[in-house]
């Protein structure tokens, strides 16, 4: 790990959730685990009008809100939040940047920092192309004896053209070695030990492919609503907040050749070549192919269109499901389905690889059950894990061949995955390893495929947009969606042996 001895992070948008709910606590944990650098600071900047007390403040309130009890220590979070620093500045006027100047070159000299800075761009997208430009016109991209890297947060991108222009812009001020597109998916534990199960072990790979599977599920749903975020929510919907970035990793990670190396060009080469696979959906396959869906009031729980700051006649959407397929030799004909939705029965993400059924049926249906093909679970959370699906004798007479569930939990591993998705990005940035950020190319042939369904939804009104009553698993459409190749959505909660490790509803 190449982690320097002093450094700066300048957070723009530290009033905010992101800041408050998840990057702190991750940069404390780093903190207290003396995992970040020596000489350490962080300079928040925003609007809101707090000085360093006030700011320390808020951020103390927030460490004892989400970080896990166990790991609150009164000592550590003081010693944190001496390192903390606030500028009460609009990120959007360029004139605001002279005095971020001033105020990281006073840093420096209190902590010995040669200009070593990590920009963290925590603020609503549309100030994703301003930061850039105004950090650019300051000379605060230019690296000189320190080094400079932005980080910047999800969505990418609106759609195909403004992640192109964004992707100009950033270019523009920065190397792409600088730019960290960061997708806190990927920093999951879980995810990461998708590429452990598929290429540290030689029993997996051989079977993996269009041989021997005959679907992929890929699901991530959540038993929340949008809660306060219907301003943010409503102009993006569930493709660009979730499935486009989200889901899409989950994909590459299940789906990719096995890397050259495992190093940033190596696993980021792979990614893209999983999206420039993808075959392209015209406006009859998104018809057919993709099931949008919103929520609808039910049992005690609000409708999309009753929350805060969402019109009463919106047609966000807050559920999709749909059908693609990979043109290469591996994939073949083997349809990936995605899920993924607000206020479903619990919250889950998973994949689900469904093998093929043995070529020849030696056993009979005996006792009602049959012989059923095997499946892998990889379950990314919660209760993270593996469930392999075995037909196996039943003891006794005859030959009744039973569905057994051998599973693995995680947490057998001695260590539980705990939050560190963003402790785990944020590390890997300040050592400069950006093997786990979205490369530009990655971005664009990503867009490409999905930048069509947005058009179509926009150009053809009259698409439907199913209702759901919130708590249910989604719009019956996304059954049929599988139903017609005779594949059927995994019940996350249901049909496992072994249910320990899964949901309670
Ligand atoms: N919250 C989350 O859990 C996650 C968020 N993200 C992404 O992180 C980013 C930040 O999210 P989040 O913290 O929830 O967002 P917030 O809406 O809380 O905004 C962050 C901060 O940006 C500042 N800000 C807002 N509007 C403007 C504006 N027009 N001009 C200048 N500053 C503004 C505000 O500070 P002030 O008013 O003080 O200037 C605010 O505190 C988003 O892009 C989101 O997609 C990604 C994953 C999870
Ligand atoms: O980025 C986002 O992710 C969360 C889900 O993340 P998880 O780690 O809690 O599974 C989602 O709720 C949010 O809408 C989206 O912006």
Sequence with gaps: MNKPDALTLVIFGASGDLTRRKL???????YKAGRLPRRFAVLGMARTSYDDDRFRTSIREGLLSFVRPDEVDEKAIQAFLSCLHYLSADPSEPEAYAELKTRLEEIDRTIDNPHNYLYYLATPPLLYGVIPRHLKAEGLNREGDGFRRIVVEKPFGYDLSSALELNRIYLDAFREEQIYRIDHFLGKETVQNILALRFANSVFEPLWNRNYIDYVEITAVENMGIGTRGGFYDGVGTLRDMVQNHLAQLLAVTAMEPPAAFDASGF??????????????TGEDIRHSVVRGQYMASEGRKGYREEEQVPALSRTETYLAMRLELNN????????????GKQMPTKVSEIVIHFKSAPYSLFRCEGGTCPLPNRLVIRIQPNEGIVLRLGMKKPGEGFEVLPMDMDFSYAELGRLPTEDAYARLIEDCIAGDPTLFIRSDAVESGWRFFDPILKYWQDVPECPLYGYPAGSWGPLEADSLVARQGASWTNPCKNLTNTHLYCEL
């Design 268 to 281: 980021r080469n792979e990614v893209v070549k999983v999206y420039q696979s993808l075959t392209p959906l």
């Design 329 to 340: 030799w591996r994939w073949g004909g083997v349809p990936f389905y995605i899920r993924t």
């Design 24 to 30: 702190m606590p991750a940069l404390y944990l780093l």
